[in-house]
């Protein structure tokens, strides 16, 4: 099932501590200047793993931890032994940390400076070592990607989480509305271990804020992609009886005309490895 959130009146990427309400209680985030801002996807993403702790158990890994709000929604599972939260940017890690304590999880948190799951220093390696086939879960969130259809980064967790999963064990994936079903449910097949179950978890209608240069550069690589015949995305477009899906290329337009951002629902997707 498909978790609705609704994230009305919740306060996002300020540096001022953001409070979280999920279904295993608040989660409070304290963001220091430097450390990755807690975005309208991350509190999808987040909300939606809290929503689903169900699913997760043993050691679990977060991808990209930020902050740490998806480990600290996960360590909040029962059956969660611990949650390794990797970061290659350490000053994210010192910020997942302290909040991992103030959430009242600090036990269960370990921080692992790494890219991807390639350790950056001894006490990473340490980590990391032995976890072939033991993980029982992945969160993640990653970065959208400039450098191809915006999905080379999802791609590479669950290319590199293969190894270190058991079968059946779930990937909680932040991916949303605008890449379209079709791109979303080939990561499973494009040779990679994974059966697609689906979304678990979105928003409602939400602007894909243009005047944030980094969404700025991916719609604009997006329709560099459509107009080369990679396929289409999905933007929501105009309001009322005219709202409509539209591709990158017709929201881009949209918003030069009308100067409103294209609106999309930021979702998180279950995979399973098989
Ligand atoms: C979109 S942010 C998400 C942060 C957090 N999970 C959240 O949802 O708020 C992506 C995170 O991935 C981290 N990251 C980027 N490249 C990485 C890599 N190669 N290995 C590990 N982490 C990486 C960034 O430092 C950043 O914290």
């Known amino acids: 099932m498909t978790e609705r959130i609704d994230l009305d009146g919740t306060r996002v990427a300020g540096r001022m501590p953001v409070a979280i309400d999920t279904l295993a209680g608040r989660i409070v985030l304290d963001v220091p200047s430097g450390c990755q801002p807690v975005t309208p996807a991350s509190i999808v993403a987040i909300r939606g793993v809290a929503a689903h702790l169900g699913r997760l158990s043993g050691i679990g890994i977060d991808w990209g931890a930020g902050t ?3 480990a600290i929604a996960a360590a909040l599972g029962r059956a969660v032994e611990r949650v390794i ?3 290659v940017e350490a000053a994210n890690l010192v910020a997942t940390a302290a909040n991992a304590a103030s959430n009242g999880v600090g036990a269960k948190v370990v921080t692992v400076h790494a890219d991807g799951f390639t350790p950056l220093d001894a006490a990473a390696a340490d980590v990391l070592a032995g976890l072939d086939g033991r993980v029982g879960f992945v969160v993640a969130n990653p970065p959208g990607c400039v450098d191809d259809d915006g999905l080379g980064w999802r791609r590479h967790v669950l290319a590199e989480a293969a190894a270190l ?5 779930p990937v909680l994936l932040q991916i949303s509305r605008q890449y379209g079903r079709a791109r979303i449910t080939e990561l499973a097949g494009s040779g990679l271990p994974y059966r697609y179950d689906g979304c678990v978890a979105e928003s409602g209608w939400e602007p894909f804020d243009l005047a944030r240069s980094e969404l700025a550069e991916l719609v604009h690589r997006y329709a560099a992609v459509e107009r080369s015949g990679g396929g289409s995305y999905v933007f929501r477009v105009g309001t009322g009886a ?4 539209a591709p990158a290329v017709a929201a881009i337009e949209a918003y030069e005309a ?12 279950l995979f399973r490895r098989t």
């Open 258 to 269: 009308t100067g409103a951002s294209p609106l999309t629902r930021w979702q998180l997707h």
């Open 85 to 87: 939260a990797v970061d």
């Open 68 to 70: 740490g709000g998806l």
């Open 165 to 169: 999963l058991r079968r059946g064990a």
């Open 242 to 245: 005219e709202a409509r899906d």
